[in-house]
C-alpha cells in the first residue's frame, strides 16, 4: 500500500512541476539566425516540454522562425506569423513568450487582431509552423524521450529591414515520475510548480 501511495504522490509531483534550464540570450540579426545552447546534466524521461523566449523583441513578426532542437530531433516553435500570403504580419514581439503544444491560444490568429506595429501581448501559445497558424503540436515529439545533453534554440530573421533580440530562454522539461524518484530529494530542490 505505501508502494501504491508513493507512486501516486510522485505522478502528482511530476505533472504539477517541471525542472527548468536557463540559456543565454543573444542578438536576432538582419537577414540571419542566432542561437543558444543549454546542455542538460539529467537524463529525465520527458512528459511535456515547453520553451519560454524571455523579453524577445522584433519589429515584424513575419521575418522570424524559432527551432528547437534537442538530444532526440527538433521542433518549430512558429515559423513567420502570417507567411503566405505576402510578407506576413507586421505586429512586433515585446514580451516574454511560452511555447507549449498544449495551449489553446494561437499566435497567428493574435497577431491577425492586432494593428500594424502592435505588440503581440506577453503569455503562452500554441507552437505553429510554415504556412499555417495551426497548432503542430511539435514539442510534443521529445515526450518519452531523454533530456540529457544539448537543447539549442536557434532564431531567425527571414526578411530585411527589422532586428530584434530575447534576453535568454528557458527549456522547462516535466519529468515522468520514474525520473523525479532517480532525480531524489535533491532532485526536488530544482523544479519549480507550474
Known amino acids: 500500500m505505501k508502494k501504491i501511495l508513493a507512486t501516486a504522490a510522485l505522478m502528482a509531483v511530476a505533472s504539477a512541476y517541471a525542472v527548468?534550464?536557463?540559456?543565454?540570450?543573444?542578438?536576432?540579426?538582419?537577414?540571419?539566425?542566432?542561437?543558444?545552447s543549454i546542455n542538460v546534466p539529467d537524463n529525465i524521461t520527458i512528459t511535456d516540454v515547453n520553451v519560454t523566449l524571455n523579453n524577445m523583441t522584433h519589429t515584424w513578426v513575419g521575418d522570424v522562425r524559432a527551432i528547437l532542437t534537442g538530444p532526440g530531433g527538433s521542433a518549430t516553435?512558429?515559423?513567420?506569423?502570417?507567411?503566405?500570403?505576402?510578407?506576413?504580419?507586421?505586429?512586433?514581439?515585446?514580451?516574454?513568450?511560452?511555447?507549449?503544444?498544449?495551449?489553446?491560444?494561437?499566435?497567428w490568429t493574435t497577431a491577425a487582431g492586432l494593428g500594424a506595429t502592435a505588440v503581440i501581448p506577453s503569455g503562452t501559445y500554441a507552437t505553429t509552423?510554415?504556412?499555417?497558424?495551426?497548432?503542430n503540436n511539435s514539442l510534443n515529439a521529445f515526450n518519452g524521450q531523454s533530456s540529457l545533453g544539448n537543447w539549442t534554440l536557434t532564431i531567425s530573421d527571414h526578411a530585411g529591414a527589422d532586428v530584434g533580440a530575447i534576453g535568454g530562454w528557458t527549456?522547462?522539461?516535466?519529468?515522468?515520475?520514474?525520473?523525479?524518484s532517480l532525480l531524489g530529494l535533491a532532485g526536488l530542490a530544482l523544479i519549480r510548480r507550474r
Open 20 to 36: 527548468d534550464y536557463n540559456g543565454a540570450g543573444f542578438a536576432i540579426p538582419d537577414l540571419g539566425s542566432a542561437s543558444s
Open 171 to 180: 527549456l522547462s522539461i516535466v519529468p515522468e515520475p520514474t525520473s523525479l
Open 77 to 107: 516553435l512558429v515559423d513567420r506569423i502570417g507567411v503566405p500570403p505576402g510578407a506576413g504580419d507586421s505586429s512586433d514581439f515585446g514580451g516574454n513568450y511560452t511555447f507549449d503544444s498544449q495551449s489553446a491560444n494561437n499566435i
Open 129 to 135: 509552423g510554415a504556412g499555417s497558424g495551426a497548432n
